[in-house]
């Protein structure tokens, strides 16, 4: 019989080059149950509730140039603002914000493992 409880399940969201699908690979190797959360390309504003419904959910701040720059993306100033405007839902409920813009990989790994160790 299993003694542990099963951990959260904790959903990611962001836009396009925030980290996401970085994120979570590492959150899985330390025991979270994730959900990768496609919520910037739905207009359904509670997406990341109806599809995942996580427990806690995960924020990846990323502004218009990293995004551009970390997946080579050929978009306008104008995709990533509809971006954060079909993200504003999910944004105003997480539980976590974690700023990209001036981590690492390892950084934004890190800052979620403590904040979500915190929650726990």
């Not at 959360?37 to 509670?46: D, F, G, P």
Request: proline residues 5%.
């Amino acid at each position: 019989m299993n003694k542990n409880p099963p951990s959260p399940v904790v959903g990611v969201v962001g836009p396009c080059g925030a980290g996401k699908s970085t994120l979570i690979r590492g959150l899985e190797q330390h025991g979270f149950r994730c959900r990768h959360i496609a919520q910037e390309h739905s207009y359904a504003k509670q997406m990341w509730k109806i599809v995942a419904n996580p427990d806690l959910l995960i924020y990846l701040e990323c502004n218009y140039e990293n995004s551009t720059k970390r997946r080579n993306l050929n978009w306008t100033p104008a995709d990533h603002a509809e971006q954060l405007r079909r993200l504003e839902h999910a944004r105003e409920h997480a539980d976590i914000l974690i700023d990209t813009n001036t981590l690492d990989e390892s950084g934004v790994l890190a800052q979620a493992l403590a904040r979500l160790q915190s929650r726990i």
